[in-house]
């Protein structure tokens, strides 16, 4: 080391002869470094030396990504806000040191002009010089949310309504484009009531009860309302999947899913359609107000219906579990507010 900075040195004062007052290149400095040349190519390292000052460096630097949140809902009754996403990109450079020969950044932030002058009028190496390359890892971190303790609040509340072939309920004569009177639903007091941690509606047969989460009920020109609220312990996209319904189905979330709903304004429809799928982004710690409607007129009744996290896993569908993740209300009542009684609906 002792010595390769002697030869820095050496070079570097070879070198300032190399240039006028106006900053030109003298071509007699030249032979001034002779000696100098001499003695780093004596000693066997001047190529490895040289090339690691002409080299050109490029850095690859890929950003450290950091996702964050405050674990916070922004939604009130009155207002929905999906926060932006917390993206920060930090990179330190390492100093990396050959065992075989320091390289000048370990000794200075370079490489000084003056030795790169130096190494070219020596021409030392007489190769062309390789670019080296330097890349550094990125670090990704990702930061989730809590799950919310219960409070004996989880599912979905559902109501189970039959209103008989009519108004509100029509016969389905042509299967496609078939709409019923959602509206009716808001003043309507239902016949049975209760709460569910799956969603499914499964009917071949219009002549016996159907299975109404546990309840047996009559299989023809009913409704059934579910509402609830989905919490989001990890940004991202959050899929949302309605698969061909028999008759009709509509979802709607955001404010709208807590007031307001019709079925002009609703996200998503399905009317025997293959797929409906809605892609809604959130960030850790909200709560994102749902509401699914289903009606049958006559015939087999059937209902497909799931919410995937962003990992991929299933939160809500036809045979899924109790989650933390599918609410009725929040613990502290606020911050996702109880839903009107059924029968007086907004």
């Known amino acids: 080391m002792a010595f390769l900075l002697g030869l820095f040195s050496v070079l570097v004062q070879s070198t300032s002869a190399l240039h006028t007052s106006q900053g030109v290149a003298a071509p007699r400095g030249c032979n001034q470094t002779k000696d100098a040349a001499e003695l780093l190519k004596s000693?066997?390292?001047?190529?490895?030396?040289?090339?690691?000052?002409?080299?050109?460096?490029?850095?690859?630097?890929?950003?450290?990504?950091?996702?964050?949140?405050?674990?916070?809902?922004?939604?009130?009754?009155?207002?929905?806000?999906?926060?932006?996403?917390?993206?920060?990109?930090?990179?330190?450079?390492?100093?990396?040191?050959?065992?075989?020969?320091?390289?000048?950044?370990?000794?200075?932030?370079?490489?000084?002009?003056?030795l790169r002058d130096a190494c070219e009028c020596l021409a030392i190496p007489s190769t062309d010089i390789s670019t080296r390359t330097v890349t550094y890892t990125?670090?990704?971190?990702?930061?989730?949310?809590?799950?919310?303790?219960?409070?004996?609040?989880?599912?979905?509340?559902?109501?189970?309504?039959?209103?008989?072939?009519?108004?509100?309920?029509?016969?389905?004569?042509?299967?496609?484009?078939?709409?019923?009177?959602?509206?009716?639903?808001?003043?309507?007091?239902p016949n049975v009531t209760g709460t569910t941690v799956y969603v499914n509606v499964n009917s071949t047969d219009a002549?016996?009860?159907?299975?109404?989460?546990?309840?047996?009920?009559?299989?023809?020109?009913?409704?059934?309302?579910?509402?609830?609220?989905?919490?989001?312990?990890?940004?991202?996209?959050?899929?949302?999947?309605?698969?061909?319904t028999d008759d009709v189905s509509y979802f709607w979330y955001n404010e709208t899913a807590y007031e307001g709903w019709n079925i002009t304004n609703a996200d998503m429809y399905n009317n025997y359609d293959d797929a409906e799928s809605a892609h809604i982004d959130l960030v850790a710690g909200d709560y994102l107000p749902i509401r699914l409607i289903y009606a049958n007129a006559q015939g087999a009744a059937s209902l497909s219906f799931t919410i995937t996290a962003p990992d991929g896993s299933e939160i809500l569908g036809p045979n899924s579990t109790a989650s933390p993740y599918i609410v009725q209300y929040s613990c502290d009542m606020m911050t996702a507010p109880e839903f009107p009684p059924f029968g007086q609906e907004l």
């Open 138 to 189: 990125p670090t990704t971190t990702t930061t989730t949310c809590p799950t919310p303790a219960p409070c004996h609040n989880e599912g979905l509340q559902w109501a189970y309504y039959h209103f008989g072939e009519g108004d509100v309920i029509p016969v389905d004569t042509n299967g496609s484009d078939y709409n019923i009177d959602v509206s009716a639903l808001k003043h309507t007091q």
């Open 43 to 114: 000693r066997g390292i001047s190529t490895a030396f040289c090339e690691s000052v002409l080299a050109t460096t490029t850095t690859v630097t890929a950003s450290t990504t950091v996702t964050s949140s405050n674990c916070s809902s922004t939604w009130s009754r009155h207002s929905y806000t999906t926060r932006s996403l917390t993206v920060s990109s930090t990179t330190t450079p390492v100093v990396t040191v050959n065992s075989a020969y320091p390289s000048p950044e370990a000794l200075f932030q370079g490489p000084d002009a003056k």
């Open 207 to 244: 002549s016996t009860p159907i299975d109404i989460y546990g309840h047996q009920e009559i299989p023809d020109f009913f409704a059934l309302n579910h509402r609830g609220y989905l919490y989001a312990n990890i940004t991202g996209t959050y899929a949302v999947t309605l698969v061909n």
